[in-house]
């Protein structure tokens, strides 16, 4: 390695080298300014790509095609305010509720990378995964450092709550995770369940009511209605045209 390549190893700017090359130079002032804002911008973007990768969403998705119309917003809450992510500032949830293919997941995905883009630490899980996760560090006797681990996020996403139900360990688990999470830090919930179901899916009404009051305490609920944008696009696929089958 050569002595400037281990200089800028050593001052952690390992790819100062090539980009010396895209900079154009009129003076020392103006190259140095030049070079290690392109430095700088480089060390962001892939801080960011770090963090997308941290959060493990499924699938990567950003808001460019995401249609808001199933959406409806609360009182005093709107489109802007979402995409402002104040929410995550002020810990606040968001609590996506409603039907099947209406882009519940999608919009928790674009929330997600948008708050990895500013660089919020983000952590997307299918709720059902996080329960299996929680359990098994439960048994191995590493349930508090897990726990620690998503207390330093800045948001959570637990996606798919109320497709499976869960059994009495992962109930109280996740609830655990819920009340750590009160007031410190924010979550993003789906569900195609209404809050007065939700003791199907942890089968213990005072658990229940807890948990609900945690995560409805500082939070904004969309409903999302209409039809799967799944079975839109298969209709479309088919050549077909019939989009108003609810479901
Ligand atoms: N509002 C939307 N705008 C654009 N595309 C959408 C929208 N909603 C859904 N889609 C399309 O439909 C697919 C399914 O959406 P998504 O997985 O977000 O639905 P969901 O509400 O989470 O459904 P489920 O309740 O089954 O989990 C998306 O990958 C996307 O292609
Ligand atoms: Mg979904």
Request: glycine share 8%; proline share 2%.
């Amino acid at each position: 390695m050569n002595e400037l390549a281990l200089l800028c190893k050593e001052l952690r700017l390992e790819n100062l080298e090539k980009l010396a090359a895209q900079v154009e130079f009129q003076n020392e002032v103006q190259y140095l300014t030049d070079l290690l804002t392109l430095a700088s911008k480089h060390r962001d973007a892939r801080r960011v790509q770090r963090l997308i990768k941290e959060a493990r969403f499924p699938v990567v998705k950003t808001f460019d095609g995401y249609q808001f119309d199933p959406i409806s917003f609360p009182v005093g809450f709107d489109k802007e305010q979402l995409l402002s992510l104040e929410f995550i500032e002020q810990n606040e949830n968001i609590l996506c509720i409603g039907a099947v293919g209406t882009g519940k997941t999608y919009l928790a995905t674009a929330l997600g990378v948008k708050a990895c883009s500013q660089g919020k630490r983000v952590r997307f899980y299918r709720a059902v995964d996080l329960c299996t996760e929680l359990a098994e560090k439960h048994r191995s006797g590493g349930l508090g450092r897990a726990l620690k681990q998503l207390q330093k996020l800045d948001l959570l996403i637990l996606d798919e709550v109320g497709y499976i139900p869960f059994d009495k360990t992962s109930s109280q688990l996740l609830f655990n995770v819920l009340s750590n999470a009160y007031e410190q830090q924010s979550i993003i919930v789906t569900s195609n369940l209404e809050f007065g179901r939700w003791n199907e899916i942890f089968r213990d009404d005072r658990l229940t009511a807890a948990l609900i009051d945690r995560l409805v305490h500082h939070a904004y609920i969309l409903g999302f209605t209409g039809t799967s944008f799944r079975y839109r696009e298969a209709v479309l696929a088919r050549g077909g045209g019939a989009t108003n089958s609810e479901g």
